[in-house]
């Protein structure tokens, strides 16, 4: 298994392709492209090129606002990134999906028939798709009922403010809207790190009443009553970050005793009704789950990261071959006030390691084995021979 990242800065295509493709030598299975300031006729331009001067069996990438390469983040500015992949006995399958695809795949078969896989193959899905004209969440959850406990990693196309202005590359095409990606299964490990930059508050309570993305209350007690009880007992600090935004972490394993990072999913407080006392999150809730309050801000979001990073480093015991990175594009150097912050802390961690991504406009990862669209996310595919 071989990866190798190159970046360029460049603004002319010609000039682009030469950076991405100096000194690469031979065939590669696939490669991640992402495209940042460059409008649909430099980006044809760019693939028709660099797929004449490197030999690929496949070329996924789409358009977005900043990329990042394994040792800096652009934002913002025209910028490209291109990382190559080798493998050996992995079977690879690129794929596209429109919105009218999507609505017709119901049964598992019809499912199985359009990738061409099943779920004891263990499959691993590598997705770029339009945030505008494609339903994202609907696509996870009809994911994680066919294809199970198999990860989905990759992030929304950020280069467009309105439909029909982002580019999705498929080898030889490219698309408006939809979804693009590819299926590896054989001799290859992905492990992930999801980072939702969040910090838990306060203690874990049993949601006692629900109604659909409602929460009424909590271990008895009417939602607000909890949240005020937890805010009055919380720090300075906390009560400042929580009047800018307060978020919810769903513990997606109910069952345990304890929890720690990456067990919730952090959706956010969208408001609260005074008269009933309950409170609206982004998510469906039901009773009986378990719950946190959490907050965010740089700090939170760099000791989460720290920490994933570093159990995933005691886990794995070596470094990946490659790593995919798509983070959100409201972290960076506008939440972090520094350059570089979270390919510093990979490659800290990790490194050193081939890398490549995108700032996002939603991110895609699992969180205890069950897939789910981000925000404000980082969510990292680390590659591994698993042999």
Avoid at 1 to 12: G, L, N, P, R, V
Avoid at 14 to 29: A, M, N, P, W, Y
Avoid at 328 to 345: M, V, W, Y
């Amino acid at each position: 298994m071989e990866f190798i990242s190159k970046i360029s800065h460049a603004t002319d295509p010609q000039k682009v392709v030469e950076e991405l493709s100096e000194g690469i030598l031979g065939s590669f299975d696939v490669g991640f492209l992402f495209i940042s300031s460059f409008n649909k006729v430099s980006t044809e331009e760019i693939v028709m090129l660099l797929q004449k001067r490197i030999v690929l069996r496949s070329l996924i990438g789409c358009s977005c606002m900043g990329v990042i390469g394994s040792e800096i983040e652009i934002e913002h500015k025209p910028a490209n990134v291109l990382i190559l992949a080798k493998f050996s006995e992995v079977k690879l399958i690129p794929f596209s999906m429109r919105q009218t695809d999507l609505e017709v795949l119901n049964d598992p078969e019809d499912w199985y028939n359009f990738f061409e896989i099943y779920p004891n193959e263990n499959p691993v899905f590598i997705a770029l798709a339009d945030p505008f004209m494609f339903d994202m969440n609907t696509f996870l959850q009809k994911m994680n009922k066919v294809y199970p406990h198999c990860p989905t990693i990759g992030g929304m196309a950020s280069g467009a403010f309105q439909p029909g202005e982002n580019t999705l590359i498929l080898n030889n095409k490219q698309l408006e809207d939809g979804l693009v990606g590819v299926i590896l299964t054989g001799n290859v490990f992905v492990e992930t790190v999801v980072s939702q930059g969040c910090r838990p508050i306060g203690e874990t309570f049993i949601v006692t009443k629900a109604q659909e993305n409602v929460i009424y209350e909590l271990a008895g007690k009417k939602f607000l009553d909890v949240l005020q009880d937890v805010l009055h007992r919380a720090t300075a600090r906390d009560k400042l970050l929580a009047q800018e935004a307060l978020f919810v972490g769903i513990a997606m394993d109910e069952y345990r005793h304890e929890f720690k990072r990456g067990d919730f999913l952090i959706r956010g407080l969208m408001g609260i009704d005074r008269d009933t006392g309950a409170g609206a999150i982004a998510e469906y809730i039901r009773t009986g789950q378990t719950v946190q309050l959490h907050v965010r801000d740089a700090n939170a979001a760099t000791e989460d990261l720290q920490e994933l990073l570093s159990s995933k480093q005691i886990k794995l015991k070596e470094k990946p071959k490659g790593a995919l990175i798509f983070s959100c594009n409201g972290r960076g150097e506008n939440l972090f006030r520094e350059k570089n912050h979270d390919i510093k802390l990979i490659q800290k961690y990790l490194g050193p390691v081939p890398a490549a991504g995108f700032f996002c406009a939603g991110e895609i990862g699992p969180v205890c084995k069950t897939n789910f669209l981000h925000g404000f996310t980082n969510s990292i595919a680390l590659f591994y021979p698993k042999k």
